[in-house]
Nanobody, 125 residues
Framework: QVQLAESGGGLVQAGGSLRLSCAAS????????MGWFRQAPGKEREFVGS????????YYTDSVKGRFTISKDNAKNTVYLQMNSLKPEDTAVYYC??????????????????WGKGTLVTVSS
């Protein structure tokens, strides 16, 4: 059974940084991509970025380019989302997800097969 567990959320001031982790278990993920999504109150879930499990190619939505970085540790089966220069509009519940996709193809939530329960990030102004 695939399990994804996010951690690292919290309260941070605007301009600050947080690193989220997503620990994956239950299968091998070769050929899959790990995506990060977020959902703010009253808004739809939106794509943040993704990373290929094999090869490590990354893709980001425009609003986080240059501020957020996705990386992975294959030995730990863990993917990270480093968030710098945080803005109040980054406030959301952040989810990790896994799907058979790559790059922009991972941007649709319906493509992802497995989801974590999310971790809340609050950025104060």
């Amino acid at each position: 059974q695939v399990q994804l567990a996010e951690s690292g959320g919290g309260l941070v001031q605007a301009g600050g940084s947080l690193r989220l982790s997503c620990a994956a278990s239950g299968r091998t993920f070769s050929g899959y991509a790990m995506g990060w999504f977020r959902q703010a109150p009253g808004k739809e879930r939106e794509f943040v970025g993704s990373i290929r499990w094999s090869g490590g190619g990354t893709y980001y939505t425009d609003s986080v380019k240059g501020r957020f970085t996705i990386s992975k540790d294959n030995a730990k089966n863990t993917v990270y989302l480093q968030m710098n220069s945080l803005k109040p509009e980054d406030t959301a519940v952040y989810y990790c997800a896994v799907g058979l996709c790559s790059g922009y193809g991972c941007s649709l939530p319906s493509v992802m097969e497995y989801w974590g329960k999310g971790t809340l990030v609050t950025v104060s102004s």
